[in-house]
C-alpha cells in the first residue's frame, strides 16, 4: 500500500476508536455496561443489529463467494423477514415485559435452571468459535499486506478487539456501529463505481452482468431440483433458503444473545419491533447488492484477465520452494489460456449489439471453453501449492475481492476499503464479545456464584469476562485456517449445528405450555443437539447429502417432538410427579 493509504486507514481507525471511547460514558453497572440503560432509540437497534451481523466476513468473503458460486448464497437469507415477524410477535413482548438481561434468564422463569444453563452454553459455545473465525477475517487483510504470519496477525487483531470491546460496553458498540456503516456503505458503493469505470472502453455495467449471467453467476433464484428430483445436498435454493434461512434467523436474532442484547438496549417495546422489522427490509437488498460485487469482480478479470491464485503471500513462498519451475510452467500455460477470454468478452459484446445470434452463440462457448481450461490449470496450481508447502490453506476465495481492491483502486481508496473491513470487524466482534460477556455474567457468575457484590464490583468482572471471551477467540482464530470454501459459510455453518436445538427449547417455552417439567426439555435438547452432529458428521462424511441450513429446522421440531414423546412417557409412568422438582 501507498503512504497515503496507510495514512487513510490509520486516521479513519482511530477517528473510530476515538468516537466510541467519547460515546462510551455510561453508569458502572450491568445495565449500563450490557443494556446501556435500556435507553437506544430504534434506528440505533436497526443500525446495530446490522452492524453485529455484518461482520468483515460479509464484506471480504462474500464477493468471493459470489466470484467462485454465483449469487445464490442470497437466497440463504430469504428467510429473514418472515423471522423478523414472528419474533416481533412472540418473542419481543416477553423479554420486554421481564427485563431480562439476556434470553436465557426467561428458560428459568418458564422450566428450571438446568435448561436454561444448557441453552446458554449452547450459545456460548457457538458464538465463541464464530467470533474466533470473525477475529480471523481481518487478519487475513494484514498478513497479507504486511506478510506477517497469521498467527502474529491474529494476536495483533485480537489485541487491539479486546481492547477496543472493554473500554466501551453496549453504548460504545452501538454508536460506533451507526457510524461505521455509514463509511462502510460508502466504500462498498465506491468500489462497486470503481469496478465499472475500470473496465474497457465500450463495455457498459449491463454488459458486465451479461458477461457474469453466462458464466452462471447472477443465479439467485434456484429450485434446487436435478433432473426432476430435489437435491437435498444443495447448500443453497429457494427452499432451503425459506424454510432453512427462516428458522436459522429465527434463532440467530430471537435467542442468539449477541442480537438479543442489541434490541433489549431499546426504550421500549416499540423500539425494539421498529429495529427488527426495518432490519427485514434492509438485510435482503443489501446482501444482494454485496453479492453483485462479486459478480462484478468476475467480469472485471473476464475483460481484464485474472490471476491463477488470489493469495499472492502463499504462491509467493510456494515458488521458494523445490516447486519454483512447476509453478511457473502453470502460470504460463493459464496465462495463455486466458488471454483469448477478454478478446472473445469484447468481441461478443459487440456481437450482442449487432443481433448475430449464431455469432454470439458461438463466442458464449469459447468463453465457456477457455474458462473451463482456465479452471482446470488454476486447480492444478493449488495442488502444486498444496505439495511445496503441506498444511497450507489452497482456499484464495477469501483473498479475491481484496487481491481486486490491492492491485487496482488508486492511492487513498485502497486504504479506506480496508478500512472499512476493519471496521466491520470491529464492530460485529465487540458486540458478539459483549454478548458472551453478559451471558457468562448473567447466566453463571451471579446465577452460582456465592459471594455477594456490589454494582461497581460486577461492572469491573464483566470487563475481565470480556476479556476473557477475547482471548478464547484469539485462540479459536489460530485453527480457522482451513474452514470450507469461504469464511462467510464456514460461520453460518458452524451456527447451524447449534442455533436449531436453542430455538427448539424457546418454541417448546412459547407454544407447548402443558409441558412445564424442565427435565423434559433439558433432555430432549441433548438428544437433538446429538442427532444433529451426527447428520453433520454423515454429510461430511459423504454418506449423506443434506445442505446445512435444513439442520436449523431438525434442531427445532427435533426439540418439540422429543419434548412431545419424553413428556408423554414420564406422564404415563408418573415422571411428572417424581421430577417436577429437580432444577
Partial sequence: MSQIDWIVLIVTLLGIIGYGLYRSRTTHNLDGYF?????????LILLSIMGTQASAITFLTAPGQAYDDGMRFVQYYFGLPIAMIVICIFFVPIFNKLKVYTAYEYLENRFDNKTRSLTSFLFLLQRGLS?????????????????????????????LLIIYTISGGARAVAYTQQLQLIIIFSGMFIAAYMLVK??????????????????????????????????????????SGIIGGFFLALSYFGTDQSQVGRYLTAKNLKESRLGLIMN???????QFLILLIGVLVFAFYQFKGAPIFFNQSLADRAHQTAYHDELTQLEKKYADEFSVIPGYQQELTVQKKSGDAAAVKALEQKIKDANSAAGATRKQYK????????GEDTKDTNYIFLRFVVDYLPAGLVGLLIAIIFLASW??????????????????????????ADSEYEYRLSKWYTFGWGVFCIVV???????????I????????????VILGVFLVAFLLKKITNGTVVFIAAIVTELLVLFIFFLTKAGHLKLGFLWLNPIGALGVILFSLLINSFWKNRGGEHKLGGIS
Fill in 383 to 390: 495442488d502444486v501449492i498444496k505439495k511445496a508447502i503441506p
Fill in 131 to 159: 467470533t474466533g473465525i470473525s477475529v480471523f477475517a481481518p487478519s487475513i487483510i494484514l498478513s497479507s499486506l504486511l506478510d506477517w504470519n497469521i498467527y502474529w496477525t491474529n494476536l495483533f487483531m485480537g489485541g
Fill in 489 to 500: 459459510e464456514a460461520v453460518n455453518v458452524l451456527g447451524s449445528l447449534f442455533y436449531g
Fill in 427 to 452: 464492530g460485529s466482534i465487540a458486540a458478539a464479545l459483549n454478548s458472551l460477556a453478559s451471558s457468562t455474567m448473567i447466566d453463571f457468575h451471579k446465577r452460582f456464584s456465592k459471594k455477594p
Fill in 477 to 487: 482464530a489460530m485453527f480457522a485456517y482451513d474452514l470450507g470454501n469461504s469464511l
Fill in 35 to 43: 443494556l446501556s440503560n435500556r435507553s437506544m432509540h430504534w434506528g
Fill in 280 to 286: 427485514g427490509f434492509v438485510k435482503v437488498p443489501m
Fill in 198 to 239: 475500470l473496465l474497457p472502453t465500450g463495455v457498459a455495467f449491463v454488459d458486465a452482468l451479461q458477461s457474469g449471467g453466462n458464466a452462471g453467476k447472477i443465479n439467485v433464484i434456484t429450485t434446487g431440483f436435478t433432473n426432476g428430483k430435489f437435491n437435498w445436498g444443495d447448500q443453497y435454493n429457494i427452499f
